[in-house]
C-alpha cells in the first residue's frame, strides 16, 4: 500500500554531491526497512544503502564512505545523500522496501536520474 516518489537527481560532475529524497504515501513506513537501488543503462538493478527500522545502515561496498542513507519518520522521508560522485554512479535511483525489492514482481516508483559527468 506505500507508494514512493523519489526526487533530487540530476546532473553533476565528478566528485560533486546530491541529495536524494524518498516520500512515501499510502501509508508510513517508520516499522520498515527502506533501501536505496539504482540501475545503470543495461545492468540490473542493485542494491545501494538500506536502513533499518531503528536507524541501522548498510551499504554496497562501491560506495561505502561516499554515500549516506537516513530517515525522518515523522516526515516519512527516506534520503540518500551522495558526496564524491563517479560516472559509475550514473543511474536510475529507486526506494522501496526492503523486503519487497528483493523479490520479483515488486512495485516501484519513477525513480530519479543520476548523471554524473568526468
Known amino acids: 500500500q506505500v507508494q514512493f516518489v523519489e526526487s533530487g537527481g540530476g546532473l553533476v560532475q565528478a566528485g560533486g554531491s546530491l541529495r536524494l529524497s524518498c516520500a512515501a504515501s499510502?501509508?508510513?513506513?517508520?516499522?520498515?526497512?527502506i533501501g536505496w537501488y539504482r540501475q545503470a543503462p543495461g545492468k540490473q538493478r542493485e542494491s545501494v544503502a538500506v536502513i533499518t527500522s531503528t536507524g541501522s545502515t548498510s551499504y554496497a561496498d562501491s560506495i561505502r564512505g561516499r554515500f549516506t542513507i537516513s530517515r525522518d519518520n515523522a516526515k516519512n522521508t527516506v534520503y540518500l545523500q551522495m558526496n564524491g560522485l563517479k560516472p559509475e554512479d550514473t543511474a536510475v535511483y529507486y526506494c522501496?522496501?526492503?523486503?519487497?525489492?528483493?523479490?520479483?514482481?515488486?512495485?516501484w516508483g519513477q525513480g530519479t536520474q543520476v548523471t554524473v559527468s568526468s
Open positions: 499510502g501509508s508510513k513506513f517508520s516499522g520498515y526497512a
Open positions: 522501496n522496501i526492503r523486503g519487497v525489492a528483493i523479490l520479483a514482481g515488486g512495485s
